[in-house]
């Protein structure tokens, strides 16, 4: 009997424990922050996010449709579409107020140009914040089939003597990307530079939205183009072009879009901006679980939100590349990476990147104060008062990665930006 007894005792132990244990768990997810949630909760309970059809604003879409933004005390957070680039610029420059957006998921520079009125019009300076970054890799740099004989692939240089031949004939030879200065605008100019394709004068640039990238091709409107997914795999499931480089081919483990709100939104509500972080930080682990893959492109493939087969989502997601030129590959380091290694943490040497190649191309001058330009718009300080709160503890040593060797072997280190600048044989600038 002692025996039963005893071991009894020790079942209901056991459970009242494991009850327990639910229970805390249960009470965590409703206050998610302990003492935080009740003693500083959000200044206000909304806020207008603006994103683009593009694979890697996963994090916004899925902190919305498994109620996260609710979880952490802000129901009222409004994740709407924008038609370019250009609309999510123009309504950051509103402000949620005047019917407008107060932040978005963007590409990385554009904080930069938007603070320093490099691309408002009038130069009107609307001082953004970086608060995250959203994801590393997996955009692509695809080429029509006109091009496909010359098997250009990583090395831009076979498109050279095409290109020639092609202006020679009275063709004009166009490149698109997505917002000039942005980050595909960036990996477009590289890789033609690294090929030595200079594309100040070898090339015509134009500017196109996302979603739009695959039907101008299909019409013969560009003759190669730089965008994020899924565009890159539906021209491929398409038909209509190929895939030349993955952008993690370029620079592997390279960041790309960022979680970015007006610098007057963030100093005005804090708590708020605390709130709308961990829920964007605990969707970026959701999407990271590879077994939450194809869940995942189904979300965000929806008609609400992107309108694009699944099919045209999942494959780079997992990083099975299909180039669309006979070359297939299964390469997980060069999957749409949103958590794993630091990536939702926006370093400060990332962004003195985007800078350096703004300068490299014109968009800023030669003598810009990068330090003070990235100390002042990039707020990894707030998302490391997040993560402290969501109880996150694998945290970055410094807000450097310090040096990053891109494809062609060339290396830039943050701390001797001119060194890089100098080693760079085409660029704008003198």
């Known amino acids: ?46 806020a207008k996010l603006g994103y683009i059809a593009l694979t890697d604003a996963a994090p916004l879409v899925i902190a919305k449709e498994k109620g996260l933004f609710e979880k952490y005390g802000m129901p009222g957070v409004e994740v709407a579409k924008q038609a370019s680039w250009a609309a999510t610029r123009d309504n950051l420059v509103l402000g949620g107020e005047a019917n407008g957006i107060d932040g978005a998921h963007i590409l990385s520079p554009m904080p930069y ?12 300076e609307v ?24 098997g250009v692939g990583l090395d831009a240089s076979k498109l050279k003597v095409a290109f020639e031949a092609k202006k020679a004939a009275g063709k004009d030879v166009k490149v698109a990307m997505t917002f000039p200065g942005g980050t595909h605008d960036l990996w477009l100019r590289y890789w033609l530079a690294a090929g030595g394709i200079n594309p100040e004068t070898d090339v015509s640039t134009i500017v196109v939205p996302p ?3 695959v ?32 952008t993690g081919e370029l620079w592997k483990g390279h960041p790309e879009k960022a979680l970015s709100m007006r610098a007057d939104w963030v100093e005005k509500n804090p708590n708020a901006v605390k709130a709308i972080l961990m829920a964007v930080m ?31 989502i999942i ?4 990083g099975d590349i299909n180039y669309g030129n006979g070359r297939t590959v299964h390469d997980e380091s060069l999957q749409m990476k949103f958590w794993a290694d630091h990536v939702s943490y926006p370093f400060k040497s990332h962004d003195s990147w985007f800078i350096a190649e703004n300068i490299r191309w014109g968009k800023f001058a030669p003598d810009t104060d990068v330090k003070a330009l990235v100390d002042k718009v990039n707020r990894q300080d707030l998302w490391l008062e997040a993560a402290k709160d969501l109880g996150v503890t694998d945290l ?7 040096p990053e060797t891109f494809f062609d072997g060339k290396v830039f280190d943050p701390d001797n930006i001119t060194a890089y600048l100098e080693g760079l044989a085409i660029k704008k600038i003198a």
Not at 113 to 124: A, D, E, P, R, Y
Not at 284 to 312: S, Y
Not at 315 to 318: A, E, F, I, P, T
């Open 215 to 246: 039907a101008n091709m299909k019409v013969g409107n560009m003759d190669a183009f730089c965008v994020g997914e899924p565009w890159n795999e539906q021209l491929v499931n398409q038909g209509i072009g190929f895939t030349a480089a993955t």
């Open 396 to 402: 970055p040593a410094s807000p450097s990665r310090g």
């Open 315 to 318: 494959g780079r997601l997992k």
């Open 127 to 150: 001082p953004m914040s970086i608060l995250a970054r959203l994801n590393y890799n997996c955009q692509g740099i695809s080429v029509s089939n006109e091009f496909k004989d010359t």
């Open 1 to 46: 009997m002692p025996f039963i007894s005893t071991h009894l005792n020790r079942r209901s132990f056991i459970k009242r424990s494991l009850a327990t244990a639910a229970l805390l768990t249960a009470a965590r997810q409703l206050m998610p922050s302990g003492a935080y949630a009740a003693a500083a909760a959000p200044e206000v309970t909304s």
């Open 282 to 312: 605990e969707a970026q682990q959701w999407c990271e679980a590879m077994e939450n893959k194809d869940e995942l492109a189904a979300i965000v493939g929806k008609r609400q939100w992107f309108n694009v087969p699944p099919a045209d």
């Open 113 to 124: 140009l938007i603070s320093t009125g490099k691309v408002t019009q009038n130069n009107v």
């Open 211 to 213: 979603p739009q990238m």
